[in-house]
């Protein structure tokens, strides 16, 4: 049973058979109720991003935003299944404190429930660590909060609502905060494939390749480095196909 509904969310069934919440402030699901909320996650940042990463001894990690957690959560349940043994660090800034302090209500699925624990500390302390992981919640803007880490993070999962009804995290200036603290082998995963998103992002010097995976919509991986055995997007030939495409600004 779950107590989670309030006046600003509601719990909706996604199609993986997972939990994911509709937002009212927003008018939007947290995840793609058509890819299913935990494997949207996993297919669209965590697979891709791990592929890359999964053999350094530490992995820093930007989780834009927590919302209800499962880009986190799927993370830790990825290093549980595959006995992965880097050290992981996991930094998450989200606006919404009530939505936060609701989380032990929320039916996560059976794949996170080794993770009750962490979650209820992280509802009461922002901050869970152990052996193998270091997992801090920031509770306000995250426009400000990236501003403090330089050339630090190894993955970026850039999982904000869209830029429609959130545009302040997918602008060019945004953008080039991110280019500031992320390593220069560093990936940003996102599911968004908007020309507008993807010239933010070339903008600040990112290449920009595209993520296919079955079952589920394409999206988009960016690092600074060039990635071998990706799709690249011929960022040129969008730009000269679409003369009046522009990026999001601040
Ligand atoms: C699509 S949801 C994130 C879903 C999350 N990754 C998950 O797996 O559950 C977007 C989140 O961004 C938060 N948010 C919106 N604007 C923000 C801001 N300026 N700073 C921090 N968080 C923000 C919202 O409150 C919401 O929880």
Redesign the pocket.
């Given at each position: 049973m779950n107590n989670f509904n309030d006046e600003l969310h509601t719990i909706t069934l996604s199609d993986d058979g997972s939990y994911t919440a509709y937002?009212k402030e927003?008018g939007?699901h947290?995840?793609s109720t058509k890819d299913g909320a935990l494997h949207e996650?996993l297919v669209k940042h965590v697979y891709p991003s791990f592929a890359i990463k999964q053999n350094q001894e530490e992995i820093t990690i930007l989780?834009i935003?927590?919302?209800?957690?499962?880009?986190t959560l799927a993370t830790l349940y990825y290093h549980k299944k595959n006995n992965l043994t880097s050290k992981i660090n996991i930094y998450s800034?989200?606006?919404?404190s009530s939505?936060v302090n609701s989380l032990n209500d929320f039916t996560y699925p059976k794949e996170f429930d080794a993770f009750k624990e962490i979650i209820e500390i992280l509802i009461e302390k922002g901050v869970y660590s152990d052996e193998y992981f270091y997992i801090e919640i920031f509770i306000?803007?995250?426009?400000e909060y990236i501003k403090r880490f330089e050339n630090k993070f190894d993955i970026v999962?850039q999982?904000?609502?869209s830029p429609a009804s959130?545009p302040?995290?997918w602008t060019q200036e945004y953008f080039k905060d991110i280019k500031k603290l992320i390593k220069n082998d560093g990936i940003l995963t996102t599911y968004s494939i908007a020309l507008a998103i993807r010239l933010a992002l070339y903008e600040n010097d990112f290449n920009i390749y595209i993520h296919s995976a079955e079952g589920i919509r394409k999206s988009t991986l960016a690092s600074l480095a060039s990635l071998e055995g990706l799709e690249l997007v011929n960022m040129e030939h969008k730009i000269a196909c679409n003369p009046d495409a522009s990026s999001l600004r601040d």
């Open positions: 937002s927003y939007e947290y995840h996650s989780d935003c927590f919302g209800l957690g499962f880009n800034p989200e606006l919404d939505l306000g803007d995250a426009r999962y999982d904000a609502f959130n302040i995290l």
